[in-house]
């Protein structure tokens, strides 16, 4: 959990994080991410629907164990983040790490 916190946090700082559940299911639709993560309370409906355009596009989905409020406080946001999509890691392994564990 810990090395997943690490990893998410710098390729926030260092990559390009798009946050919101509209725009990672844009970004899934569209097959231009790298990652798409939704929190562990987000919505059931847009989950699904995350994981349906992820699925489609070969796009790896992972489901934060944290809630929507812990995940925005991980990534410096003042607000809720039921999810986000990772266009570009920056120096993150954090796709490689969710490649791995979904083997």
């Known amino acids: 959990m810990a090395d997943l916190d ?6 926030i700082k260092t990559g390009k994080v798009l946050f919101g559940s509209n725009s990672a299911l844009n970004s899934a639709m569209s097959g231009k991410v790298q990652l798409v993560i939704a929190a562990s309370n987000c919505p059931n ?6 994981e349906r355009y992820c699925k489609i596009s070969k796009i790896p989905f992972l489901v934060y164990p944290k809630t929507g409020l812990e995940l925005g406080r991980l990534c410096g946001k003042p607000f809720v983040v039921s999810a986000l999509a990772i ?4 120096d993150s392994d ?5 490649e791995e564990s979904n083997v």
Not at 45 to 50: A, T
Not at 87 to 90: H, I, Y
Not at 94 to 98: D, L
């Open 87 to 90: 266009r570009d890691p920056g």
């Open 94 to 98: 954090i796709v490689k790490r969710v």
């Open 6 to 11: 690490t990893s998410l946090t710098i390729a």
């Open 45 to 50: 409906k847009v989950r699904v629907n995350l």
